[in-house]
Structures are given as structure tokens and as C-alpha cells.
């Protein structure tokens, strides 16, 4: 039988990095994201698309500790 205990430590820098490719793939999400609204500026759908963007990030904000995003934004955490 193999052992497959982890530390905590070595299981919070997995998931650390997990984090950083995730936000590494946003950033080139929304840069994309931008260049297509761009495309069609009149379209609000984009709007809304980066509105909703936004109130996930303060969300994620506020889990780590900075409510600053979700008081900005109005929304209840």
C-alpha cells in the first residue's frame, strides 16, 4: 500500500498554485473579453457579462479577507 499523506503545507502550495494558473487564464480571459466588446461596442451584453464578473471577484476578495470590493459593489457577504 502506498502512503499518500500530504501536509497541510504541501497541500495549500498545490492549491496555491491551482490559484495562480486560474488567475493567470482570467486575466487572458478578459483581455479577449475586451477585444470582443470592442468589436461591438454598442452591445450590452457585455456589460452585464463584466458586471457579473466583477460582483464574483469581490466575492473572492471578500473570502480572502478584504471586503473593500463587495462594499464598493453593494452586495451582501
Known amino acids: 500500500m502506498t502512503n ?6 504541501a497541500a495549500y502550495s498545490q492549491k496555491t498554485a491551482t490559484a495562480q494558473d486560474l488567475l493567470k487564464r482570467i486575466a487572458s480571459r478578459l483581455a479577449e473579453h ?11 451584453g457585455y456589460v452585464g457579462d463584466i ?5 464574483e471577484l469581490a466575492q473572492v476578495l471578500a473570502s480572502l479577507g478584504d ?7 453593494g452586495l451582501k457577504y
Open 4 to 9: 499518500t499523506t500530504k501536509t497541510a503545507a
Open 67 to 73: 471586503r473593500s470590493g463587495v462594499d464598493e459593489l
Open 51 to 55: 458586471g457579473h464578473i466583477n460582483e
Open 34 to 44: 475586451q477585444t470582443r466588446q470592442a468589436a461591438e461596442p454598442r452591445d450590452w
